[in-house]
C-alpha cells in the first residue's frame, strides 16, 4: 500500500510535480534535438569520407530534424494547453522521427566501413532509444495527470478501489500516446460514453 501512496503522489498534478516534470521534458526535448544535430553531423562526416556520393543519411537527417522539431512544438503546446491531442502528435511525430533516425543509423553503420562511423551510428541508436524511452515516460506521465484531474474535478459517487483506478488512469493514458492510435481511441471513448 505504500508503494501505492507514493507512486500517486509522485503522478498527482500538484505545481511541484508539475515543475519537476516540466523540467524532465525541457530535458528530453534537448536531448532528442542534440541527438539529431549529432546525427547530422554524424552523416556529414560519413558523407564526406566516402568516395562517391552517397547523400541518403543527409537526407534523411533533414527528414528527422522536421519530425523532431515538431515533437518539440507539440510538447511546449501540450505543456501549455495540457490537452492530450497535442501529446497523441508529439508522440506520433517522436515516433517517426525516431524510426526515420534507426533507419539513418542503421544506413550508416552497414553502409560505411569506416570504425569512427560505426562506433557513432551504434551510440546514437544507444542515445535515440533512451530519448524515446524517456519521453514516452513522461508523457503517459503528462497524460495521467490530464486523465486525472478532469476526473478530480468532477465530483463523482462512486467508490472504486483507488489502485485500480489508478491502473486504469495509466492504461488509458497509455492507449492515448500510442502513435496515431492515440485520437481514435479517444473519439471511440467519447462515442462510447454518450452512447
Excluded: H
Amino acid at each position: 500500500m505504500e508503494d501505492f501512496d507514493e507512486i500517486t503522489s509522485y503522478l498527482r498534478p500538484t505545481r511541484k510535480n508539475n515543475m519537476i516534470l516540466g523540467g524532465l521534458l525541457a530535458f528530453a526535448v534537448v536531448s532528442f534535438l542534440v541527438s539529431g544535430w549529432l546525427q547530422s553531423v554524424s552523416a556529414e562526416y560519413s558523407n564526406d569520407i566516402k568516395d562517391f556520393d552517397f547523400d541518403l543519411p543527409s537526407k534523411l537527417c533533414r527528414i528527422t530534424t522536421v519530425f523532431r522539431m515538431l515533437t518539440s512544438a507539440f510538447s511546449v503546446l501540450g505543456f501549455m494547453s495540457r490537452k492530450i491531442g497535442m501529446w497523441t502528435l508529439c508522440t506520433t511525430c517522436a515516433a517517426i522521427a525516431f524510426i526515420m533516425s534507426l533507419f539513418t543509423s542503421l544506413v550508416m553503420l552497414f553502409g560505411f566501413t569506416d570504425k569512427l562511423s560505426i562506433i557513432l551510428s551504434i551510440l546514437l541508436i544507444l542515445l535515440d532509444t533512451c530519448c524515446i524511452t524517456l519521453f514516452a515516460f513522461i508523457i503517459i506521465a503528462f497524460v495521467y495527470q490530464s486523465l486525472v484531474y478532469g476526473k478530480d474535478s468532477q465530483f463523482s459517487l462512486d467508490i472504486n478501489d483507488p489502485k485500480a483506478l489508478m491502473m486504469k488512469n495509466l492504461l488509458n493514458s497509455m492507449l492515448r500516446v500510442i502513435p496515431g492510435i492515440g485520437f481514435y481511441f479517444a473519439q471511440s471513448s467519447t462515442a462510447t460514453k454518450s452512447a
